[in-house]
């Protein structure tokens, strides 16, 4: 009996340490995941004088964290990542990366340009190609975004003095009524719009509630 207790025990405690881990690395899990071109199909544009890629990655928004998933066939195309020269020339010869199972899922880790070709020439040459900027780190820009201004001075200013041979205008008289103007209304500003281009955007978030609760779960097993 003493040897079951000690078991299950065991197991709370496995199930709490991983659980731990699980909510340290949804610390910073404020991320997205984009399917090229808005479908994820990885292929030879219909026009080929479009460049529908990069048209569709000028209206979206990529950040450090930010996943971009590309569909294709593995047995007659692959993607590659390469540098400026080699995109320009369609050059398939020496990429950064090679990705050719498919399905494949690009993290970014860093910002700055990213360029994407096919690994097939002809296609390259197709418009079958992206280029992208990635931005900052999303989570710093949030916070960046939360932290309020800094409040103006409210130390006044002192007059200037009347300039020579003139009279400094005295003060109102109190005896008269004064209709002070009404501050205009505060209202309320609209919603900022959603982010553009992001048409297949997956949060990689989980709450603490629901951690938390699964902890609860856990402990009663």
């Not at 900022?192 to 779960?217: Q, R």
């Given at each position: 009996?003493?040897?079951?207790?000690?078991?299950?025990s065991?197991?709370?405690?496995?199930?709490?340490?991983?659980?731990?881990?699980?909510?340290?690395?949804?610390?910073n899990a404020?991320?997205?995941?984009?399917?090229?071109g808005?479908?994820?199909?990885?292929?030879?544009?219909?026009?080929?004088?479009?460049n529908?890629?990069?048209?569709w990655?000028?209206?979206?928004r990529f950040?450090?964290?930010?996943?971009?998933?590309?569909?294709?066939?593995?047995?007659?195309?692959?993607?590659?990542?390469?540098?400026k020269?080699?995109f320009?020339?369609?050059?398939?010869?020496?990429?950064?990366?090679?990705?050719?199972?498919?399905h494949?899922v690009?993290?970014?880790?860093?910002?700055g340009?990213?360029?994407?070709?096919?690994?097939?020439?002809?296609n390259?040459?197709?418009?079958e190609?992206?280029y992208?900027?990635?931005m900052?780190?999303?989570s710093?820009?949030?916070?960046?975004?939360s932290?309020?201004?800094?409040?103006?001075?409210?130390?006044?200013?002192?007059?200037?003095?009347?300039?020579?041979?003139?009279?400094?205008?005295?003060p109102?008289?109190?005896?008269?009524?004064?209709?002070?103007?009404?501050?205009?209304s505060?209202?309320?500003?609209?919603?900022?719009?959603?982010?553009?281009g992001?048409?297949?955007?997956?949060?990689c978030?989980?709450?603490?509630?629901?951690?938390?609760a699964?902890?609860?779960?856990?402990?009663?097993?």
């Amino acid at each position: 009996m003493a040897q079951i207790t000690s078991t299950r025990s065991n197991k709370k405690v496995f199930y709490v340490l991983g659980l731990v881990n699980i909510l340290m690395l949804l610390q910073n899990a404020n991320c997205y995941e984009f399917k090229v071109g808005g479908s994820g199909d990885w292929s030879v544009p219909m026009d080929a004088n479009a460049n529908n890629y990069n048209q569709w990655a000028e209206r979206s928004r990529f950040q450090i964290g930010d996943t971009l998933s590309f569909h294709y066939s593995a047995d007659k195309d692959s993607v590659l990542l390469v540098n400026k020269a080699d995109f320009d020339n369609c050059n398939t010869a020496s990429p950064i990366e090679k990705y050719s199972d498919g399905h494949s899922v690009v993290k970014f880790n860093h910002s700055g340009p990213y360029y994407f070709i096919s690994g097939v020439h002809d296609n390259c040459v197709k418009n079958e190609k992206l280029y992208l900027v990635v931005m900052a780190d999303r989570s710093r820009h949030n916070q960046t975004a939360s932290s309020p201004p800094p409040s103006p001075s409210v130390d006044e200013v002192p007059p200037s003095p009347a300039p020579s041979g003139e009279e400094a205008p005295s003060p109102p008289s109190d005896s008269g009524e004064t209709n002070p103007t009404p501050a205009p209304s505060q209202e309320s500003s609209p919603p900022s719009p959603p982010k553009n281009g992001a048409s297949s955007i997956v949060m990689c978030f989980v709450g603490p509630a629901a951690a938390l609760a699964g902890l609860s779960v856990l402990l009663g097993f």
